[in-house]
């Protein structure tokens, strides 16, 4: 107990020390989020990213979400607690082989929109950036005369289809952790909880967005949750979403289900962050987020139609 406390007080200091924001991501750990200056999705962490005025953004989450920060401001020092933290989305997109795949489709003259979740390389391929809260005003936006390639998830393509009615072309990507979640393993809580509402993240199957009252990105979970006309709650996403709901929501039964693994289950990148390595990363100003000048400049047109696009 006192060591997390002295551990706590050890991290404040030097966020002072070093003129330091911390930024969280709704998957982080507890302890991380509960020390952060602002916890969000990807789209309230990439604004908070752009309008920061500290010297250092110390960024815990996953390394796509740090290079956002960096891609937008520059200028800022932009500290990750783990290089390590990746994506499984990212992987399944590497810059390469959306490159070759555009030269060979390139009569296709393809309107190209990328969900957050990719690299910088990747980004500064594409023609406008999305997240999971914007995805379907983003493709609404989209020139109605070209035809559109979504990369890298499948999963939100599919569901953004649905919402918009737009036909994409979809790349075969998938976020490990969301492809888990079945319905049989849902339908097994829901018989538990017959008056249950289910939230459902959209990197979930279609099988799984098909039986949700409601799919949306992790930032809108939380007035949703607080709205819901019941008080026991499925949540179907990564399982540090449950640590906000539970403090922001009193009232409600939040079910991770009999098992952590039936609607929640721990994403292996974000929880390689810790208030340890957060420690260590204001301490030492490293690791740093890194990236070529030519690559950050491509990259930051997309992401910042996507923040036009998005007020
Ligand atoms: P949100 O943008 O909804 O926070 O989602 C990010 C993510 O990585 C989901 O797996
Ligand atoms: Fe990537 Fe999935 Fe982890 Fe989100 S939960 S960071 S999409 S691997």
């Not at 060591?3 to 969280?24: P, Q, S, W």
Request: with cysteine; net charge negative; proline share 4%.
């Amino acid at each position: 107990m006192q060591a997390a406390l002295d551990l706590k007080e050890e991290i404040l200091a030097l966020k002072k020390e070093r003129n330091a924001i911390i930024l969280a991501h709704n998957y982080q750990t507890g302890d991380i989020q509960d020390i952060a200056d602002y916890v969000g999705d990807s789209l309230g962490l990439a604004y908070k990213a752009k309008q920061a005025e500290q010297d250092v953004i110390a960024f815990c989450g996953v390394h796509f979400m740090a290079e956002t920060a960096k891609i937008v401001n520059p200028d800022k020092t932009v500290i990750l607690p783990d290089l390590d933290a990746g994506c499984s989305l990212e992987e399944s997109c590497p810059a390469d082989e959306l490159e070759a795949f555009l030269d060979q489709h390139a009569d296709k003259n393809y309107y190209v929109i990328a969900y957050i979740n990719c690299s910088g390389a990747v980004k500064a391929l594409c023609d406008v950036i999305c997240t999971s809260g914007n995805a379907v005003s983003i493709v609404n936006q989209a020139p109605s005369d070209r035809p559109i390639l979504f990369v890298p998830d499948a999963n939100l393509g599919a569901w953004v289809m649905e919402q918009t009615g737009r036909k994409m072309d979809l790349w075969n990507g998938s976020c490990y952790v969301h492809v888990e979640f079945t319905r049989d393993s849902i339908n097994k809580i829901k018989a538990e909880y017959p008056d249950a509402l289910v939230v459902a993240h959209p990197e979930c199957t279609q099988a799984v967005r098909l039986l949700a009252d409601e799919v949306c990105s992790t930032e809108k979970m939380i007035a949703w949750c607080q709205n819901a006309p019941s008080d026991n709650l499925i949540v179907v996403t990564e399982s540090g979403m449950l640590h906000r709901l539970r403090k922001e929501c009193p009232g409600k039964n939040l079910i991770a289900g009999p098992t952590d693994k039936c609607a929640c289950a721990d994403c292996r990148f974000m929880k390689l962050n810790t208030m340890e390595k957060l420690r260590d990363c204001l301490a030492n100003l490293s690791p740093q987020v890194q990236m070529d000048e030519a690559t950050r400049a491509r990259a930051e047109a997309p992401l910042l139609r996507m923040l036009e696009q998005s007020k």
